[in-house]
């Protein structure tokens, strides 16, 4: 088993949040349903541009969809992967390739051949976290369903 602990580094996460601008999500559904449109919606609501990256789409979120990494048009801040973890190998090619700053790997996405292509191309590596969820705890918006109550406590409404 991995030891993914490198890959998990709360400074790393910060700093990577902090100076990101555009996230490339890899596998963003179209589908409501699914936790990559939930995590793109949360992120684009926050401010930051989010590209669609699927192959089977034209449009997600309002935004262009595109192919492949190597289709999108601008500098991308984080590839965020929502994929099978033996697709990770060749994301990480294409985000060394387009020179991306961070390969984000959502929860249960990990191969260590695809963050060590990453790492010895420059690409910083997060691994088996949720972009949002991450997000949510650094910049203080955690709740227990993940919604922003307006309020730092432990103890829930009505209990006091």
């Not at 030891?3 to 596998?27: C, E, F, H, M, W």
């Not at 965020?80 to 390969?103: C, H, K, Q, S």
Request: aromatic share 8%; hydrophobic share 40%.
């Amino acid at each position: 088993m991995t030891d993914l602990s490198r890959y998990q580094d709360p400074l790393t996460i910060q700093r990577v949040l902090n100076t990101a601008k555009t996230i490339a999500v890899v596998g963003l559904s179209n589908n409501h349903l699914r936790a990559s449109y939930f995590v793109g919606y949360y992120l684009k609501r926050h401010g930051y541009q989010v590209i669609p990256v699927n192959p089977r789409e034209t449009e997600i979120l309002g935004q262009t969809c595109y192919p492949s990494l190597r289709d999108v048009p601008e500098h991308v801040d984080i590839v965020n992967v929502f994929r099978a973890p033996d697709a990770l190998p060749d994301i990480a090619r294409e985000a060394v390739e387009i020179g991306a700053d961070a390969l984000w790997c959502q929860f249960g996405v990990i191969n260590e051949e695809g963050a060590q292509i990453a790492e010895d191309g420059g690409v910083t590596v997060i691994m088996d976290r949720c972009l949002k969820v991450e997000h949510a705890r650094y910049v203080g918006r955690m709740h227990w369903l993940g919604f922003n109550t307006q309020r730092i406590t432990s103890v829930r409404a009505g209990l006091q």
